[in-house]
């Protein structure tokens, strides 16, 4: 042991510096310079940065189990488990499109046919009939169809633009009382579907 004594302000300060004694064959413990004390923590950082990437597994695969319903602890199984998951969604997705793709066209094919109402009124009808195609000859054969039933048109509003659409008041000849709006819608839808 050494003693040294260091002066500070006029005070001293004594120091008891111990110095191991080593035996000849034994190693010598492990001295920290300012490269070993680096190295020592950089492998800590590292052991550190290790076991949160591990952490963060553990947790994205109890994550996976808990999607999954999988009872499985190892990795292997819970991402086997995850996959065969993944597999059933996608039919499920595709089984969902086709569905989706079914009702576009029949969604479509009932989009094509015309929309014809029919009000009666005191002395005749009130004709709405709304068709996205406009199709060449549409309100001549419409006219065509009051004229066959009877009904003199009394008042009409047409655009044939890009849709169809006309708003006629049709009422009835003195010599047909019998026809009701039923029949007059029938007769217009079929006017309609003669021209396609």
């Known amino acids: 042991m050494e003693l040294k004594m260091k002066e500070t302000n006029k005070s001293y300060i004594l120091f008891l510096q111990a110095r191991p004694v080593y035996k000849e064959n034994s190693p010598k413990p492990h001295r920290w310079n300012s ?5 020592f923590l950089r492998t800590t950082r590292n052991m550190d940065s290790k076991e949160r990437r591990k952490a963060a597994l553990q947790h994205k695969l109890q ?44 969604t479509s094919q009932t989009d094509d046919q015309p929309l014809v109402t029919v009000e009666t009124l005191e ?3 009130l004709i709405n009939v709304f068709s ?8 001549v054969s ?18 044939c633009e890009d849709t169809f659409q006309l708003e006629a008041v049709g009422g009835e000849s003195q010599k047909n009382d019998s026809i009701d709006a039923q029949v007059v819608k029938l007769a217009v839808l ?4 003669n021209i396609d």
């Open 35 to 39: 490269k070993g004390i680096t190295k």
């Open 63 to 106: 994550q996976l189990r808990d999607v999954t319903s999988s009872s499985a602890v190892n990795k292997a199984s819970i991402i086997v488990d995850a996959s065969k998951y993944i597999e059933e969604l996608k039919q499920k997705v595709e089984g969902l499109n086709s569905e989706l793709g079914d009702n576009e066209s029949s």
């Open 123 to 125: 002395r005749g009808f």
């Open 132 to 139: 996205e195609n406009n199709c060449p000859g549409m309100l």
């Open 142 to 159: 419409i006219l065509e169809v009051f004229e066959e039933l009877g009904l003199d048109v009394l008042d009409a509003r047409v655009s």
């Open 190 to 193: 079929r006017a309609i579907k």
